[in-house]
């Protein structure tokens, strides 16, 4: 849980800093919508200037002023409370702050802050964010089994001009849709898929799915901690005059990176139609021997394989298997990979 917690804090620290852009463009950056499909309306002045995210949705005032909202599941019951939250949350502060910082305000009274009528959980500290002292308030919430962290962050010199509007984004924060307005504030529904355009192709994938570009292979990770994976590898054919035979030349990789390899022979099969090319899929399992939180856990693994002219596009789905203790994840997101399938578009965009 503490992964997940740390990457709570990596999201609002990323939109804290000014004009904070990634390597790769998102269709969606030029919108205007608020809502998040993870379940919640966000109503925020109508001045402040809407960021998507994979799995949150920020919106910052010309000053840098700025609310964040990040949805994280549990995983366990042991979290199922805000102050529990706000003792992980807080033990990563040493790391983020560099040692920079201080809580200033962890006392909570029941009743003393609702978030949708539910009793939340209000925290204040400060501390540097590259170079600028900053001041935070996080409200930590938990509906439908699933913690949010809604936290403000301001200039330390400027926070409190904001106490205002940031009791009025709580003050209207909704779980789900709602066709209510408020004076002065925006709100509209965000797609359901966040479409991450490459020079050569486009992924859309649903917008609880965290996309990563950073090592040249995207991947989309299913935010809610469950260990599911899709990754995108371009490449070219090369000397190969197929992709079966490209795939037949690297299964010593497999061997390598993965323990106890096996390909499920009765599911490889070519079924997959890739923006109207046809793609060659392979099924198989492995324990991964290396960067694996459990190192005994067993994945299943679907890859993609689809031709176009030279250019060779490798579609990777992992997954827990199911084992003889337990269920994996495998099957549960399987249908979302086959529509990623469906909506991946090939070719060159602008």
């Known amino acids: 849980m503490k992964k997940i917690f740390a990457l709570t804090l990596a999201i609002i620290f990323a939109f804290t800093l000014i004009s904070c852009k990634s390597d790769f463009k998102d269709a969606n950056s030029e919108s205007e919508y608020v809502y998040n499909s993870g379940g919640y309306t966000l109503f925020v002045p109508e001045d402040w200037t809407v960021t998507l995210a994979s799995s949150a949705v920020s919106a910052s005032f010309e000053d840098g002023t700025a609310v964040t909202v990040a949805p994280f599941s549990f995983g366990s019951t042991e979290y199922m409370t805000v ?39 209000k925290y204040i500290y400060k501390g540097n964010v590259a170079g600028v ?48 307005t408020v004076d002065g504030f925006k709100s509209a529904v965000a797609p359901e898929k966040t479409n991450v355009v490459t020079d050569k192709f486009t992924l859309s994938v649903d917008r609880d799915w965290i996309t990563d570009n950073s090592t040249g292979i995207l991947s989309a990770r299913y935010a809610n901690g469950f260990p599911s994976s899709i990754s995108v590898m371009q490449t070219t054919l090369g000397e190969f005059s197929n992709s079966a035979d490209y795939w037949n030349s690297y299964i010593d990789t497999f061997k390598s990176s993965l323990k106890n390899f096996s390909i499920v022979e009765e599911e490889c099969e070519d079924g997959f139609l890739i923006d109207g090319r046809n793609g060659r899929a392979y099924v198989f399992t492995g324990v991964p021997a290396v960067g694996s939180d459990d190192n005994d856990t067993p994945y299943k693994y679907c890859q993609v394989l689809v031709e176009d002219g030279n250019d060779l596009y490798i579609i990777t789905y992992a997954s827990s298997a199911d084992t003889e203790t337990g269920s994996g994840y495998y099957e549960v997101h399987y249908e979302t990979f086959t529509d990623v399938l469906a909506e991946f578009k090939i070719g060159a965009n602008s």
Do not use: P, R
Request: aromatic share 16%; charged share 25%.
């Open 83 to 121: 102050d529990l939250g706000w003792q992980e949350i807080k033990s990563n502060f040493e790391t983020f702050f560099a040692g920079n910082y201080s809580v200033i305000d962890e006392e909570n009274k029941d009743g003393e802050t609702l978030v949708d009528g539910i009793n939340s959980g």
């Open 133 to 180: 002292e900053m001041k935070f308030m996080c409200v930590l919430t938990i509906y439908d089994a699933t913690f949010y962290n809604i936290t403000f962050s301001s200039a330390i010199d400027s926070f409190d001009s904001h106490v205002d509007v940031f009791n009025k984004i709580i003050e209207n924060f909704t779980f789900g849709k709602t066709d209510k």
